[in-house]
């Protein structure tokens, strides 16, 4: 059954009603509105495009890119209703809009390094599980709860993952803000059209409201989105200049940063201890088997020492073979126990190349000292020294600072 003129499926966060009443009198030239809200909304997604273009590593601004250039489509074809067939101007340019709110959730869960889930799809599945009831055809009002169904979905889904995220950046809590406000007019709009079913969009009363509401909500988003996608871009930049391209742990800068941070911090410790790690006869293990295998190895330290240290521990490579973690700990024993699991466990796992099978051992110098009042380049300094009397005694051990081999000393210092 054809779709009577004068009735037009719901659109977006708003609805859309007919454009003319049955009198032909303009009561709202929504046609305008969709013209511009397209336009708008495809030169967001053209520059989300180019963001992404330029850095490809982003795909949260991909799906954004695409989830703006579907919401015009479908905006487009919305307002061409009447002068196109109502499968695509109805059918199509809601399901078009729905599918860019999926593409925007899609987009945000990437931002927040969460995996895409079939749940997802859930605003598009309620979309096409309705249009084939007969009151699809029939009822302006069944369309508009189905619509607004189908999208409170969506923006429950959205603002479920910024919430979890809210304390990531200040552009998410606005997100957040906005995708519940969304979730309550859907909630609103669906329970005003069950109770008061209109005859078409133009003559409810909450139609002009709740198209107001949208189009401020959209402005929102476009704003907190862009600077979410800023302030990620941002934190993309700093990882790239503080990570060690062959290893993936944190350089020389990126150690600075971290102990910045975790300055005056005592939690998991009034101590901090340093280990200062060297791969024993690295230069041979290039020399024999060359810089490829010598590069392997490096990244398989760097992997096992990983595996023994704690998510707030801070461990990266200072240059060639050295490697150095500092540790929140509360006697040098602590620190000493931390730097012998790693040599053990290193000792353990011998990697095998296409070639050959490479052992690697490690030095390490161990040093302690208040965490809140000594700098950084003290605790290098003195656990480096340390270092350099492991290799002198052997290599393949564990040496202690002098003033921290006492372990009374180094808890009177804490």
Known sequence: MRIRPAEVGAFGPAGAGGFISAKGAAVLDLVTGFVVFSAVVATVGGVLFHVWLRNRHHHGS?????????????????????????????????????????????????????????????PLAIWLAGMPAPQFADSVSFRMALYHTAALSAY????????????????QRVLFCLSAASV????????SVVVWPPD????????????????????????????????????????????DDLTGVLNRRGLARRFAAQQGQRAGGALAGVLMFDLDHFKSINDIHGHAVGDAALVHFAAVARAHL?????????????????LAVSSVNEAFAVAERIR???????????TCQIAPTVSTGVYVAPRDTVTLEALLTAADAALYRAKSRGRDCIVADAACQAEDLCMAIG
């Open 344 to 354: 053990s466990a290193l000792n353990a796992a011998p990697f095998v190349t296409a």
């Open 62 to 122: 991909l799906f954004w890119a695409a989830a703006f250039t579907v919401l015009a489509t479908g905006g487009l074809l919305i307002g061409a209703r009447g002068q196109i067939a109502d499968v695509f101007s109805i059918h199509l340019g809601n399901a078009l809009m729905l599918a860019g709110l999926v593409l925007l959730l899609c987009g945000i869960a990437r931002v927040n390094d969460e995996p895409l889930r079939p749940a997802f799809l859930l």
């Open 310 to 326: 704690r998510d707030e521990d801070i461990f990266g490579r200072l240059g060639g073979e050295e490697f150095c973690a500092i």
């Open 156 to 171: 429950t889904l959205i603002a479920t993952s910024l919430w979890r995220h809210r304390h990531r950046s200040p552009a």
């Open 184 to 191: 309550a007019v859907s909630a609103v709009f669906i329970v």
């Open 200 to 243: 078409d969009f133009l003559t409810y009363p909450l139609g002009p409201y709740v198209l107001v509401a949208g189009t401020v909500a959209l402005m929102g988003t476009v704003v907190a989105g862009a600077r979410l996608i800023s302030e990620d871009a941002d934190v993309s930049l700093v990882l790239l200049a503080e990570t």
